[in-house]
């Protein structure tokens, strides 16, 4: 409800909104607004939020706060995409897209990554927030999404699609726009050839495990190193699977991949 939309504004800006640069990468910490399915349902409007930041940072906004406000302006982005583009959901951006070779994930690949059992744990952490809570950290949807289009090579609406079946702020524009941004086909997207590696990701932004030991049981007991890279311990995750691919060469047939359709 509303009054429930207003008071997690008044928290954020009482609280993480001065550190929110840092604090919203952090998916084991509450860095982030989470105001996101309030603004789906339009229990708050976006406009008293800019403005209620506004005023409760008079004069000179820390730089912090500027960023929340910037991300605000992304959402609006989003939304004039939809408008100018409706079938946002359904076809690229970037028309040269329409040749991108996307593979068919097998439905083994497909059920492990959805059901949080690729064998890396930032992807499978994120994937099980979404199942259980409805939500899934920003910094950890730009990682389960590249590990699903990049790769399993899979094309970007398998993965929207099933966003938009599970999260609790699924947005028309947000949505679509985000996942071709992951992907390459959309608007001032990232380009093709990043490639979040969900190892890196984790050991930066989830040091001491936080995050994965709550959404990731069977490698709760791990040390802050190997809770990582699982496969480097075996038999001490028990009932953890293996990688379902590997980094090295999934990223190198994305790369080639690409690199076809960049060739024409
Ligand atoms: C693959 C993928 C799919 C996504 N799907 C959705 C979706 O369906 N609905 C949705 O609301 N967001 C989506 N996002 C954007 C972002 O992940 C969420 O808006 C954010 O995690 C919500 O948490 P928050 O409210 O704590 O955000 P905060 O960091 O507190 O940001 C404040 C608000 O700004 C807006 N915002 C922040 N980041 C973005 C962004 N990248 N694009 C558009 N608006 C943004 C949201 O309305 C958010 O509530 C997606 C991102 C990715 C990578």
């Not at 982030?32 to 339009?42: D, N």
């Not at 403005?51 to 008079?58: I, K």
């Not at 930032?122 to 990049?150: E, I, P, Y």
């Amino acid at each position: 409800p509303a009054s429930c939309a207003r008071a997690r504004l008044t928290a954020f800006l009482d609280g993480p909104a001065e550190q929110y640069a840092t604090g919203r990468d952090r998916p084991g910490s509450e860095g982030s607004s989470r105001l996101s399915p309030h603004l789906r349902f339009g229990e708050i409007s976006p406009f008293r939020v800019w403005q209620e930041t506004r005023e409760n940072f008079p004069g000179q906004a820390p730089a912090d706060v500027g960023i929340f406000k910037s991300e605000l302006g992304w959402r609006e982005f989003c939304w004039q995409l939809l408008y100018e583009n409706p079938s946002l959901a359904t076809r690229n951006y970037r028309p040269e897209f329409d040749r991108f070779e996307w593979q068919p994930p097998s439905d083994a690949e497909l059920t492990a990554w959805q059901q949080g059992r690729t064998g890396y744990p930032l992807v499978d952490a994120g994937m099980r927030q979404l199942w259980q809570t409805g939500w899934m950290h920003n910094r950890v949807r730009m990682a389960a999404a590249s590990f699903l289009v990049k790769n399993l090579l899979a094309d970007w609406r398998v993965g929207e699609a099933w966003f938009w079946d599970t999260l609790v702020d699924a947005d028309a524009a947000s949505n679509p726009a985000n996942w071709q941004w992951v992907a390459g086909s959309g608007a001032d997207a990232s380009p093709y050839f990043r490639i979040f590696n969900p190892v890196t990701q984790s050991k930066k932004f989830d040091a001491g495990g936080r995050y994965l030991r709550k959404f990731v049981p069977e490698i709760a007991g791990m040390d802050d190193q190997t809770i990582h890279e699982p496969w480097k311990a075996p038999g001490q995750a028990a009932g953890y699977p293996s990688p379902v691919v590997g980094l090295p060469e999934s990223r190198e047939r994305a790369l080639a991949s690409y690199q076809k359709l960049k060739n024409g």
